[in-house]
């Protein structure tokens, strides 16, 4: 209740911290969650990561799941109540892992990305390829929410609350020591670290397993994400992961359980984090000083990399030509192949000169 000897400006500083708190209670990391009805999800990761069997368990199908080709899609609805209409969530999943990455511009679209999220499956069992994937999937989804994001300023809808450009500062409470030392993902982003009971069972020492947590965590942190580690085999992680999921799909409650035990699987809500907690990257064999790094980013990439030396990934973009792989060669094939390159390309210089020809008869009449 206002006093009496309140001024206009007490109460009208008062009403802005109380619209702020109910902004904070009602947006969280998945925007304006109390009046979305429809939202969309976007699944991306490892190849074989096991995003397909996330998705069916969130969605409560019970069906093997199969390898996903290219780029799939499917729904799921849930009421909020007693004859009151069902949210629809959209499910896109990019399969593939690295390779058809330019596939992520049919699922991030203008009508799409006010209510998008982006869910990341990152394979734990798979240390090597985990950060390259992690980088150029999120550089790449990145890339074109911006682009998307950039062209509804255009048209006046950057007024919009749900717009990715004000979505992605609610990551943090404004009192967070980090808010300003972070560099949020344009819309809410989780992280799943998947086959956690593979990992779990690797021969990693003490201190390849505290560098793959804190990366992670850090990279969780920077990008405002949420973090949570999961398996296939275990029943409870997987609720607990259905409750992530379902939270950014449905607007549901996603659970207050904080877990940052390297020696357990990590569970860290966005915001609930903090660089101070993490630390800085863990060194044993080499001096930190002696990395050349651009920002705290490249610093952590650096580190990971010297304990877990990026494998390829045998992306078939790096290939400009499939019918050159030699994992496909067959000499009559490219006998033939080669014969006619060399036709097509006389023919080219054939029509070029035919077109150079009548540009000269036409400048002459």
Same mark, same amino acid.
């Not at 942190?221 to 973090?227: E, N, P, Q, V």
């Not at 290939?319 to 060669?329: G, N, T």
């Not at 033939?336 to 054939?350: H, P, S």
């Given at each position: 209740m206002p006093k009496t000897s309140d001024t206009l400006w007490d109460l009208a500083l008062a009403e802005e911290r109380c619209r702020e708190s109910r902004e904070g209670e009602e947006e969280g990391e998945g925007g304006d969650l109390t009046e979305l009805g429809e939202r969309a999800l976007f699944f991306m990761g490892n190849k074989a990561g096991g995003k397909t069997t996330i998705i069916l368990r969130c969605l409560d199908r019970d069906e093997p799941p199969k390898p996903t080709l290219a780029l799939e899609y499917t729904f799921g609805r849930r009421a909020r109540g007693h004859n009151t209409p069902k949210d629809i969530a959209h499910f896109w999943e990019l399969g593939?892992?690295?390779?058809? +990455? #330019?596939? @992520?511009?049919? &699922? @991030?679209?203008?009508?799409t990305v006010r209510s998008l999220s982006v869910v990341l499956v990152l394979d734990l069992s798979k240390a090597s390829v985990l950060w390259l994937t992690m980088e150029q999937l999120l550089q790449s989804a990145r890339n074109h929410v911006d682009k998307?994001?950039?062209?509804?300023? %255009?048209?006046?809808d950057a007024k919009d609350n749900r717009h990715p450009s004000k979505r992605g500062l609610r990551t943090l409470a404004k009192d967070h020591p980090d808010r300003e030392l972070i560099n949020p993902f344009p819309v809410p982003l989780l992280i799943i670290g998947s086959k956690f009971d593979i990992f779990q069972a690797k021969d990693f020492d003490s201190e390849k397993r505290k560098t793959i947590c804190k990366s992670l965590r850090f990279v969780a942190?920077?990008?405002?994400? +949420?973090?949570i580690f999961t398996s296939s085999k275990s029943e409870?992680?997987?609720?607990?992961?259905?409750s992530f999921v379902n939270h950014l799909a449905f607007g549901t409650e996603r659970g207050k359980v904080v877990s940052? #035990?390297?020696? %357990? &699987?990590? @569970?860290i809500p966005a915001g609930m984090d903090s660089?101070?907690?993490i630390g800085s990257p863990p060194t044993t064999d080499f001096d930190i000083g002696t990395l050349h790094a651009k920002n705290p980013l490249d610093l952590w990439k650096k580190v990971y990399e010297r304990l877990f030396p990026p494998e390829s990934t045998n992306n078939p973009?790096? @290939?400009? #030509?499939?019918? %050159?792989? &030699?994992?496909?060669?067959? &000499?009559?094939?490219?006998s033939?192949?080669?014969? %006619? #390159?060399?036709?097509?390309?006389?023919?080219?210089?054939?029509a070029s000169q035919s077109w150079r020809g009548l540009e000269l008869d036409s400048r002459r009449s």
């Open positions: 593939g892992g690295t390779s058809l +990455s #330019d596939l @992520i511009q049919i &699922p @991030i679209t203008a009508d998307v994001s950039a062209e509804l300023l %255009k048209t006046g942190h920077y990008y405002g994400a +949420s973090l409870s992680l997987m609720s607990r992961t259905r940052t #035990d390297h020696n %357990k &699987p990590l @569970i660089l101070s907690q973009k790096d @290939i400009k #030509d499939p019918a %050159k792989d &030699p994992q496909y060669a067959e &000499p009559e094939v490219d033939m192949r080669a014969q %006619k #390159d060399q036709e097509l390309e006389q023919y080219k210089k054939n």
